[in-house]
């Protein structure tokens, strides 16, 4: 694809073809119009299998570029950005998946094209960025009978059904779940739960606000548990939660903590920015070392 622009400045976009609903080559072009501006060059960038996004990050900080764009779900703003993690180039993010939490949480609209459009007047800023174990996160890291659905997810109905197969295959573990107790380390206090997640943007699963409080650059990680048991409980706390009064729950605490440790079972499922993980544990959730720079439009939700 030719490059649009001058030549001052170089950009990358890199692009998930199978992520979301909506993917042509037309919506692509449009997407690359839509960021068309004077004195820069943009390369699109298709990705292929899991980790590329990673890996045409790395090469686009290589390369020089100042800016990435990354079209897909939050997954691949996930891989993107620890392409980019340490180093001086720009993440934009553009919606392409399910739920795009971290475009929501940057200020942009739903739509790839808008938000293409409105990253024209964003600024950089720098983002704090989880890690969990070696892996690194931009919204949280959960463990439970979301992560547990998340396992057991069709990735083919997932991109054709979207937030309905998620919602299905949610409810059917959910007849299934054993809801065990999950023992974690909370800067060195043990936890139990029947739900976890450790926090680094405010929003899960879309729109809703399962940590209120937490801002993308506080420098902390919020850490919601739910010690309700069984299917009456997880049902109540899930209604709750779509309704924004979940924090009213004697079940349901948040803490603000700098590290958490996973201890066990050693079989509970752990999901990291909508992707399924198989821990090994015990494992070590924190801040990394370095910030993110972002493309945020004026007053980003945390």
């Known amino acids: 694809m030719a490059p649009i622009g001058g030549a001052v400045s170089k950009a990358c976009l890199i692009f998930n073809p199978r992520a979301g609903r909506w993917r042509t080559p037309r919506l692509v072009d449009r997407i690359l119009r839509a960021l068309a501006r004077p004195g820069q060059t943009i390369e699109a960038r298709p990705t292929r299998s899991p980790g590329d996004a990673t890996r045409l990050a790395r090469q686009a900080v290589e390369a020089r570029a100042e800016t990435v764009y990354a ?10 950005a620890a392409g980019l993690l340490g180093s001086n180039t720009i993440l934009g993010t553009i919606p392409g998946g399910t739920t795009n939490v971290i475009p929501l949480a940057l200020g942009l609209p739903p739509r790839p094209v808008a938000a293409a459009k409105r990253l024209r007047e964003a600024t950089p800023i720098e983002m704090d960025v989880g890690r969990c174990g070696k892996e690194i996160f931009l919204m949280q890291a959960s463990g439970g009978l979301d992560a547990r659905a998340l396992h057991y997810l069709d990735p083919v109905q997932k991109r054709y059904l979207g937030k309905v197969a998620v919602a299905l295959t949610g409810l059917s573990q959910w007849r299934k779940y054993d809801y065990p107790d999950l023992e974690l380390l909370a800067d060195g206090r043990t936890q139990f739960a029947s739900f976890f997640a450790v926090c680094n943007l405010p929003y899960y699963g879309g729109r809703f606000r399962l940590a209120p ?20 409980a997880t049902l109540a706390f899930a209604r709750d939660l779509a309704l924004g009064r979940h924090l009213v729950r004697s079940d349901v605490e948040i803490l603000r903590v700098q590290e958490v440790e996973l201890k066990g079972p050693a079989d509970f499922a752990l999901q990291v920015d909508g992707d399924a993980m198989s821990p090994a544990l015990p494992m070590t959730v924190r801040l990394a070392e370095d910030r993110l720079r972002v493309l945020a439009l004026p007053r980003a939700a945390g």
């Open 71 to 80: 079209f897909g779900g939050d997954g691949t703003l996930r891989e993107a």
């Open 213 to 232: 409080a937490a801002r993308l650059d506080d420098h902390q990680l919020h850490l919601v548990l739910f010690r309700g048991r069984g299917r009456a």
